[in-house]
């Protein structure tokens, strides 16, 4: 059964240093999104992106936070510089179409620590 | 705007009783319904979703779940509670042709023996 897939399982970090999260949707899927959870607290939409572009985006989603498709496979999140707050659990999901008609797969998640 | 509230963070059934998990909703425009489950170290998988149509929407596991637009509710529940059941669940809504889902804090069940 196609899966959403996501590497690494657990990034650790320094605080102001930049990571990138990657996921592998599933191939014949057309809408891609991150969503995070912070310790103990709710799953937090960021970004949607559908055709090479970001279709919505939350308030979290700030100057920080990027999204790129590079290669027709990979999803990737970057965090340009984090913050001690960036600490959470972040999730990929996908979708063949809007999130409200279809379902959304998730991946198992990246936790992420910075120090 | 729509937002999520659901009650009680912590739900303790005994297996073979009724399992029932609350969430009220508020939504300016139609809202699209859904429960996720989320096991121990993986991802969130999709129990049932309410688009249009049929109020009472059945899911995987025996669960189901009935929409009142009335009472701006979508309680999920299931006749009897297995061990497997014990997880954390996710209330979500969203808007018709919207790309974002707004969850909830979530409900983690416990089911004992």
């Known amino acids: 059964e196609p899966e959403v897939t996501q590497t690494p399982s657990h990034q650790v970090t320094q605080m102001g240093q930049e990571v990138i999260l990657r996921c592998v949707p599933i191939s014949n899927h057309l809408y891609f999104y991150w969503y995070r959870q912070i310790l103990g607290q709710k799953v937090e939409f960021l970004v949607s992106f559908y055709n090479n572009e ?38 990929c999901a996908s979708s063949v179409g809007t999130s409200s008609y279809n379902e959304q797969f998730f991946g198992p998640g990246t936790r992420l620590t910075v120090l | 705007a729509q937002s999520v509230t659901q009650l009680g963070s912590h739900v303790s059934v005994s297996e073979g009783a009724l399992v029932l998990l609350r969430c009220n909703y508020s939504s300016s425009v139609p809202p699209y319904l859904f429960w996720y489950v989320q096991y121990p170290n993986q991802g969130l998988q999709l129990l049932l979703k309410y688009t249009t149509g049929a109020t009472l929407v059945k899911g995987i596991n025996g669960f189901e779940a009935e929409f009142k637009k009335s009472e701006t509710s979508f309680h999920l529940t299931k006749p009897s509670a297995h061990m497997s059941d014990a997880a954390e669940y996710f209330c979500a809504v969203s808007a018709a042709g919207g790309f974002k889902t707004i969850f909830g804090a979530g409900t983690r069940l416990f089911v004992k023996a």
């Not at chain 1, 920080?64 to 972040?90: C, H, W």
């Open chain 1, 54 to 91: 970001i279709s919505e985006k939350s308030e979290i989603f700030d100057d920080q936070f990027s999204v790129e498709r590079p290669d027709g496979s990979n999803f990737t999140l970057k965090i340009r510089s984090t913050k001690l707050e960036d600490s959470a659990m972040y999730f």
